[in-house]
């Protein structure tokens, strides 16, 4: 997996200056339509393709026996017959991109055999590396991190969706947690939560699997654990990608007693 790890690692890089080199620019900007991931705009640009096109490039050439899934690639059934895929999400928080918000990253992520086992996101803006390989540690511009030993909700800095809060989602747990912090990408959050940089992440609509794919990796690696709002564990490399009604990753304990907080909040209000 080294040399995995040192091939995705420096088109993560790459690829973040080609983003930043669009960054300033006047690009086109189109929408995708609705998605039940998003509300509002759903963008995409100039800048999300041409990072998607380098990845795709760099990624199925030197490693060609391996599946391809990306958000911004057509979809082939072809994926799910290999053992290794690459779940790419190019351009993570393209609406933060666009706002010159600087919440969004690159996200790379190796599946074997449904599991991430090999983790990177990068956010340019503000030069952060996150790293994970199975069985290796996270780590954050080559220092290893972990994830928060915080267990009491009532203690803990929740990373949230900034959308989310804003359509209202979050208003019945305000309460619940010490503070709710909004941040763009999901990725990012993820990587924030395995970096112990806030106590726990949770998304209440679904995503999809590049989404978190990558992440996932980083949390696992930084000690920690992720599951659905059914509390399932997540696989990949699915013919349904999309992962449903939504997410918590963090500390173990931290994400058990988050889970009774969401859920718990939910069945009183049904």
Same mark, same amino acid.
């Given at each position: 997996?080294?040399?995995?790890?040192?091939?995705?690692?420096?088109?993560?890089?790459?690829?973040?200056?080609?983003?930043?080199?669009?960054?300033?620019?006047?690009?086109?900007?189109?929408?995708?339509?609705?998605?039940?991931?998003?509300?509002?705009?759903?963008?995409?640009?100039?800048?999300?393709?041409?990072?998607?096109?380098?990845?795709?490039?760099?990624?199925?050439?030197?490693?060609?026996?391996?599946?391809?899934? !990306?958000?911004? #690639?057509?979809? @082939?059934?072809?994926?799910? &017959?290999?053992? +290794?895929?690459?779940?790419? $999400?190019? %351009?993570?928080?393209?609406?933060?991109?666009?706002?010159?918000?600087?919440?969004?990253?690159?996200?790379?992520?190796?599946?074997?055999?449904?599991?991430?086992?090999?983790?990177?996101?990068?956010?340019?803006?503000?030069?952060?590396?996150?790293?994970?390989?199975?069985?290796?540690?996270?780590?954050?511009?080559?220092?290893?991190?972990?994830? !928060?030993?915080? #267990?009491?909700? @009532?203690?803990?800095?929740? &990373?949230?969706? +900034?959308?989310?809060?804003? $359509?209202? %989602?979050?208003?019945?747990?305000?309460?619940?947690?010490?503070?709710?912090?909004?941040?763009?990408?999901?990725?990012?959050?993820?990587?924030?939560?395995?970096?112990?940089?806030?106590?726990?992440?949770?998304?209440?609509?679904?995503?999809?699997?590049?989404?978190?794919?990558?992440?996932?990796?980083?949390?696992?690696?930084?000690?920690?654990?992720?599951?659905?709002?059914?509390?399932?564990?997540?696989?990949?490399?699915?013919?349904?990608?999309?992962?449903?009604?939504? %997410?918590?990753?963090?500390?173990?304990?931290?994400?058990?007693?988050?889970?009774?907080?969401?859920?718990?909040?939910?069945?009183?209000?049904?």
């Amino acid at each position: 997996m080294k040399h995995e790890h040192e091939v995705a690692k420096h088109a993560a890089l790459e690829v973040g200056k080609i983003l930043l080199n669009i960054y300033t620019t006047d690009y086109k900007i189109d929408d995708k339509g609705t998605s039940p991931m998003y509300s509002g705009l759903n963008p995409v640009t100039d800048a999300d393709r041409a990072s998607d096109e380098y990845l795709k490039t760099v990624l199925t050439s030197e490693f060609p026996r391996y599946g391809w899934f !990306s958000e911004e #690639t057509k979809d @082939s059934p072809e994926r799910l &017959l290999k053992d +290794r895929v690459w779940i790419v $999400d190019p %351009l993570d928080g393209t609406k933060e991109y666009i706002e010159k918000v600087p919440m969004w990253v690159v996200s790379i992520a190796l599946v074997e055999n449904k599991v991430p086992v090999l983790g990177i996101l990068y956010n340019p803006v503000k030069e952060e590396l996150f790293s994970a390989v199975k069985g290796e540690g996270a780590n954050l511009n080559g220092e290893r991190v972990a994830c !928060s030993t915080k #267990t009491d909700p @009532s203690e803990m800095v929740i &990373l949230n969706s +900034r959308t989310e809060t804003r $359509d209202g %989602l979050w208003l019945p747990y305000k309460d619940e947690f010490k503070k709710l912090k909004g941040v763009g990408s999901v990725a990012y959050k993820l990587g924030l939560a395995g970096a112990g940089k806030a106590d726990i992440f949770a998304t209440l609509r679904p995503k999809n699997e590049w989404d978190i794919c990558a992440g996932h990796c980083i949390v696992n690696e930084a000690g920690g654990k992720m599951i659905d709002l059914n509390g399932a564990e997540v696989t990949y490399n699915n013919e349904n990608t999309l992962i449903t009604p939504g %997410l918590v990753a963090g500390n173990p304990q931290a994400v058990d007693n988050t889970f009774d907080v969401l859920t718990r909040s939910e069945s009183m209000s049904a």
